[in-house]
């Protein structure tokens, strides 16, 4: 589908962004400087013309991205959890696309369940509200079970979604395709991985069916974290546009009066939800990768119950120790050994030089410590973040993209509850944790049990993989060396034996 239809797409999206007056409400919040203004001015004002007209009950922003379509809404809402980038104002405007924006009737989500399920709605459900919330991609109804009375939500996938989708999600790669031909610097931030990673995420998100795969695995993970509840899953009930799971009771973790008013200490809730993801992400590698305000709630003993399973993030173990150790030096300030990790781990050019390199990582952390979180200006770190990226030539892992948008998006949620948190006075227990537990000897002697283990499962082959190592050799090297290049191949098929004898000395 992608072809110059799609620069139509984009000149609509700045046109729709000036005719809801939206354009310079976002320039503002983000401190846009005058020759960014002036361009975008020019390039969208003549076209205001061609811009969605969206809803004008609306605040501008939020009139103008839900105009767009759902890959849109889905970056308004990632603003809306960081009043701290985008301002009090339009944070607050951008709140209602993550669960009020315009639903679809409800004897059309009857009809989608009834063609998902292959059943009749009354015949499975005695009641079926309403929609209760609407998102970008679905909306939820409140039910109850006819066979068990028991209260369920069942969320049911916007008809034609998957095809609003793809149009944006096309758009947004002839934008990165630009970007990299008429901007050759911004080329190590690999705006195409990029966007084939925001594809890959959205068309999971797509499927229900693997949403609730995800929501088992989560469950099972969680299952003994103090202080977090899961709503299950009623798989007989679920499929590929419709999702059914127990109906959680609580508050809207972003309604602060309601929380006061029920007595909720918001200091608390605000380093739980940081200390569940840092566990989650580093712990178990799988965590929840949408965790703004729409998609938690706080129960009556003051349990944060998540939902929404979606868009769940996966880093494997090497990336969460790297993540750790990382997070780990710039609570130490030890900013030389969080340079080293990102030679050590290749996220920095080998020929860069790693004392720079600290001092520059130094001049971003030492503003955050001793110093209350309400005064750091998020948007101005993030700037000179993104200019020490640039200036020791990082390029994009795509590996950490969900990663760290989710760090962004749940500290904005922290940071709504308590402006005054610090992200690593709570991330310090946390990671100090998990160093302990996955850098040192006990953690070598895991790796080496582990790598014994999946030796073992190769040992009937050891010797027919042996033989072939020494006829490979014996008929690649010169005759006078054969006895010497036997010596790799013999100690080879030694350690292999020395690990498989380790492995059942272990287990």
């Known amino acids: 589908m992608r072809g110059p239809h799609n620069i139509w797409r984009l000149i609509r999206t700045g046109a729709t ?54 890959a849109y809404i889905k970056f308004g809402q990632i603003l809306s959890t960081r009043p701290d980038v985008v301002g009090d104002e339009l944070a607050e405007q951008l709140r209602i696309l993550q669960d009020q924006l315009p639903p679809f009737p409800v004897e059309i989500a009857k009809a989608e369940v009834a063609r998902e399920l292959g059943v009749e709605v009354d015949e499975v459900f005695s009641e079926f509200s309403e929609p209760i919330a609407a998102a970008s991609i679905a909306q939820v109804h409140k039910a109850r079970l006819a066979e068990t009375g028991q209260e369920v939500a069942v969320k049911v996938l ?4 998957e095809r609003a989708f793809r149009k944006d999600i096309d758009a947004f790669y002839l934008g990165a395709s630009m970007v990299e031909i008429f901007a050759p610097g911004a080329r190590r931030l690999k705006p195409m991985d990029v966007i084939r990673h925001f594809d890959g995420v959205v068309r999971g998100e797509l499927d229900l069916r693997l949403e609730c795969s995800a929501a088992s695995e989560f469950a099972a993970n969680t299952k003994d974290d103090e202080g977090f509840q899961l709503p299950a899953i009623v798989w007989p009930y679920s499929g590929r546009r419709v999702m059914t799971l127990g109906w959680a009771d609580g508050l809207p973790l972003g309604d602060n009066a309601a929380l006061d008013a029920a007595g909720h200490d918001r200091r608390v809730l605000g380093e739980r939800v940081l200390t569940l993801f840092l566990n989650h992400a580093l712990r178990d590698g799988f965590f929840h990768a ?93 700037a000179y973040l993104f200019e020490v990226t640039e200036r020791f030539g990082m390029e994009t892992r795509t590996e950490l993209i969900l990663l760290q948008r989710t760090m962004v998006v749940v500290e904005g949620v922290a940071r709504s509850l308590d402006p005054r948190i610090n992200i690593w006075d709570v991330a310090s227990p946390v990671v100090s944790d998990y160093i302990k537990k996955s850098i040192g000897p006990r953690a070598v002697l895991s790796d080496l049990a582990l790598t014994a283990k999946v030796l073992t499962r190769f040992g009937p082959r050891l010797p027919r993989l042996v033989e072939a190592a020494l006829v490979a050799q014996s008929q690649e090297a010169p005759r006078p060396s054969r006895r010497s290049s036997l010596v790799p191949a013999v100690l080879g098929a030694l350690a292999g034996g020395a690990l498989v004898a380790l492995a059942f000395l272990a287990f």
């Open 158 to 161: 916007r008809p034609g979604v």
């Open 17 to 70: 962004l000036e005719r809801a007056g939206a354009m310079n409400v976002v320039l503002d919040a983000f401190e846009a400087p005058v020759s960014v203004r002036i361009v975008a001015r020019i390039l969208a004002k003549p076209f205001e013309f061609l811009g969605y007209r969206g809803d004008p009950s609306m605040a501008p922003a939020t009139r103008a991205l839900t105009a767009l379509g759902p």
């Open 290 to 382: 949408d965790m703004h305000q729409g998609n938690l709630k706080v129960a009556a003993n003051g349990d944060i119950i998540a939902y929404d399973f979606g868009i769940m993030g996966h880093i494997d173990l090497y990336t969460r120790r790297v993540y750790a150790e990382i997070l780990y030096g710039f609570i130490r300030k030890d900013y030389h050994r969080v340079a080293e990790v990102h030679f050590e781990a290749g996220y920095v050019p080998a020929d860069q030089d790693v004392d720079e390199f600290a001092r520059a990582l130094r001049a971003v952390g030492e503003p955050i410590f001793g110093m209350d979180a309400s005064r750091i200006s998020m948007a101005k770190l993030l």
